[in-house]
């Protein structure tokens, strides 16, 4: 048997630290894994013994991408233990913020972190000196986002004012206004780049996903919804411990989910289109078949397209809410905090993140179970590891290395997040 | 012969990513940044990865593995300056909180087989372990003091960023104090640098940018159980995104258990 190993210390274009081992034996993938390295920061337990009220604030920590998938997450899992639900304006102003989280964090994953990998460059900033147009589009979408979470958050990273209940102060429309403006041309650029993107050679590359992801009876995902798959779970979010497991391996501080008795399924964007196409407005989906998408995408390396696609719905649903707005007469529901336990579960821009805690009389946390994104798809990326890295063994170990990284950030991982991911490590045995 | 553009390096260790992001999140200036200096190392943002030596270095994140400890010392030899950006690298971050606990309990609270995972028993600032040339503060930093630091290093002179407390920039925002409004405020003894966001939204400080230069937190805990706060209401106050902060570890500790 020939023995041959390769090494990549630390995987780039993604946030947070991992690595990856592949085992070649005899020219055939025997095994992959992701290592997740990332420090544990082990939120679960320190949350315990914390208030409702510190909530917010404290799980906007575990990402500094999606701080406010992890606030709203968390914030109607308190209102479910509390009893009260968020509707009108204010839920809102709620997916509001959100839209501005997912064209954020959106914009840098497509234009910053995957589009140079298609384009053949190291960066996004090497990238700009030939693609200077799209780059500075990509910024500029990216600010248009964090604007909207400024307005309404007072500031783009771990937002201040987010609680349960509500909101500490509802924006005027005034407020509002000037937002208005860069997102309408926002959704021109997101349109711009959506072409951009539909024109890259996609290695045509397909898996049979289980697709998991939020369903609303008329929206397109995001706040609100039933947990469905392709493949027959329809499912109150309180019910995704029947459903689902979180198991623990030995080489990642991620855990690794999956549905029980069935194992990997994937979330995200992928997920949400094929589960919700229906539910985008006709405007996206005309720009989807445009773009040459069906109304089920299995090609993870055409997830680009599917997010491109997704900052046009995120921007014309925020100009949407902004165009109806009110200001709430209050900024927050009163609570009356009580024993019990919540469930909350949104959809992060890299998938569901589904959260779990167990009040006391007081409001005081006694246990909490997060399930991030990244974790749940870290099974799914290992078998697109497999299933890229198999036809191309014999190639050179860059060309493999270049191809395994590239199929990890197809799925956006968010290694901070999961760590509770990546060096690429290939030996040929 | 063109002048060699300084080398910039940016580190993570344990973190949420928010503060190198911020570096991104300077959609204006980055690409005028690039310009400027070398990006030699930034893993969240480029596949091209150089080696040292590095003119400055942004450290991110604390220390929270053995291996990290080791890893620090090796960025502290590559760099010619090196500032951490952040809550978790100057004051240990929200998973300081073990600190005050133990922390196999911790790790057997969150996983099945706590054997597998390797982690110190506490989390501790970048300074506890290296000589560090400035202190960005901040949960997250802002972007603003972030571009002002790098200016600042690589032209050779100190940072214009001022060490007072959230009060003032209150007051130079015209933001009525919401202590007198009743919100217990952690504001008066909190690092300025946020732009007092939490009390113009009608909310009191909650300390993200970590201690002042000589806080008076005894004074401001007389004026909290004067509002009403219980002590386990200052304790969680002074132990959270700044919870190894010297300042704070003191003054949570006069509150009971």
Redesign the interface.
């Known amino acids: 048997m020939a023995t041959r190993t390769i090494r990549v210390d630390?995987?780039?274009?993604?946030?947070?630290?991992g690595a990856l081992d592949l085992q070649v034996i005899d020219g055939q993938v025997a095994s992959v894994q992701l290592n997740i390295?990332?420090?544990?920061?082990?939120?679960?337990?320190?949350l315990?013994g914390?208030?409702y009220a510190?909530t917010p604030?404290?799980v906007a920590?575990?990402?500094?991408?999606c701080?406010i998938a992890y606030q709203m997450s968390a914030v109607h899992a308190i209102e479910n233990a509390f009893g009260i639900a968020v509707e009108g304006p204010l839920r809102a102003l709620r997916r509001l913020i959100y839209c501005g989280e997912w064209i954020e964090s959106h914009a840098?994953h497509v234009v910053?972190?995957h589009a140079?990998d298609f384009l053949g460059f190291?960066?996004?900033?090497?990238m700009?000196r030939e693609h200077g147009e799209a780059?500075?589009s990509g910024?500029?979408l990216?600010?248009a986002g964090?604007e909207l979470m400024r307005a309404i958050g007072?500031?783009?990273?771990?937002p201040?004012?987010v609680?349960a209940g509500g909101?500490?102060?509802a924006p005027s429309r005034a407020q509002l206004a000037p937002v208005e403006q860069s997102l309408a041309r926002a959704r021109e650029l997101a349109v711009g780049l959506v072409r951009w993107v539909a024109g890259f050679r996609f290695p045509p590359f397909e898996r049979d996903y289980e697709f998991v992801a939020l369903r609303h009876p008329d929206e397109y995902p995001i706040d609100q919804g039933r947990l469905v798959s392709n493949r027959g779970i329809d499912i109150d979010i309180a019910d995704y411990e029947t459903q689902f497991e979180e198991r623990?391996v030995?080489h990642s501080?991620a855990?690794h989910s999956a549905v029980r008795r069935r194992g990997a399924y994937l979330v995200g964007p992928l997920a949400r289109y094929a589960l919700n196409f229906d539910r985008l407005p006709a405007s996206v989906q005309t720009l989807a078949s445009q773009s040459g998408l069906g109304a089920v995408c299995r090609n993870p390396f055409q997830s680009i397209v599917v997010r491109a696609l997704e900052i046009v719905y995120a921007c014309e649903e925020a100009l949407r809410l902004i165009a109806a707005y009110e200001p709430p007469p209050l900024?927050a529901l009163p609570l009356a905090p009580r024993a019990g336990t919540g469930f909350g579960c949104t959809e992060a821009p890299r998938g569901i993140c589904w959260h779990r805690y167990d009040f006391d009389a007081e409001g005081t946390i006694r246990a909490v179970r997060i399930v991030p994104p990244t974790s749940q798809n870290q099974p799914s990326i290992e078998a697109d590891l497999a299933a890229v890295a198999a036809p191309i063994v014999d190639q050179s170990d860059e060309f493999l290395r270049n191809s395994c990284?590239q199929a990890i950030r197809n799925h956006d991982p968010?290694i901070?997040c999961a760590a509770?991911f990546l060096k690429l490590s290939v030996h040929r045995t | 012969m063109p002048k060699r553009k300084p080398r910039l390096a940016v580190w993570?260790?344990?973190?949420?990513?928010?503060?190198?992001?911020?570096l991104?999140?300077c959609?204006?200036e980055?690409?005028a940044l690039?310009d400027a200096v070398h990006?030699a190392q930034?893993?969240?943002?480029?596949?091209?990865?150089e080696d040292g030596p590095f003119d400055l270095s942004l450290v991110e994140g604390s220390i929270?593995?053995a291996?990290?400890a080791e890893r620090i010392g090796e960025v502290r030899r590559q760099s010619k300056y090196l500032v951490t950006i952040g809550a978790c690298a100057t004051a240990g971050?929200?998973?300081a909180?073990?600190n005050f606990?133990d922390?196999r309990?911790?790790?057997a609270?969150?996983?099945?087989?706590p054997a597998?995972?390797e982690?110190l028993a506490t989390?501790t600032p970048i300074a506890g372990h290296v000589p560090v040339d400035f202190e960005l503060h901040g949960?997250?930093i802002n972007k603003v003091q972030l571009l002002e630091v790098i200016s600042a290093f690589l032209a050779g002179r100190k940072p214009a960023v001022a060490a007072h407390s959230v009060c003032i920039d209150c007051k130079l925002r015209g933001t009525v104090c919401v202590m007198v409004q009743g919100i217990p405020c952690l504001g008066p003894v909190t690092h300025a640098g946020?732009g007092a966001?939490?009390p113009?939204?009608?909310?009191g400080c909650?300390g993200?940018y970590g201690p002042m230069e000589s806080p008076n937190t005894a004074a401001l805990a007389r004026e909290w159980r004067s509002l009403g706060a219980s002590a386990r209401d200052l304790k969680?106050a002074f132990r959270?995104?700044n919870a190894a902060a010297p300042p704070f570890v003191s003054e949570s500790e006069a509150h009971g258990d």
């Open positions: 630390l995987l780039t274009r993604v946030e947070g630290e390295f990332e420090p544990p920061r082990l939120f679960e337990a320190l315990r914390r208030s510190e604030d404290i920590r575990i990402c500094g991408i701080p840098l910053m972190l140079p190291p960066d996004a900033i090497q700009a780059v500075r910024l500029a990216k600010k964090n007072g500031r783009e990273i771990h201040v004012n609680k909101f500490y102060r623990q030995a501080t855990l900024a990284e968010c901070s509770h | 993570k260790f344990a973190s949420c990513d928010g503060c190198q992001l911020s991104l999140d959609e204006d980055l690409l690039a990006i930034f893993t969240e943002a480029s596949s091209a990865v929270t593995t291996r990290d971050g929200i998973q909180l073990r606990a922390v309990e911790y790790v609270a969150v996983y099945a087989v597998y995972i982690t989390s949960c997250p946020c966001i939490c113009a939204f009608r909310r909650y993200c969680r959270s995104f």
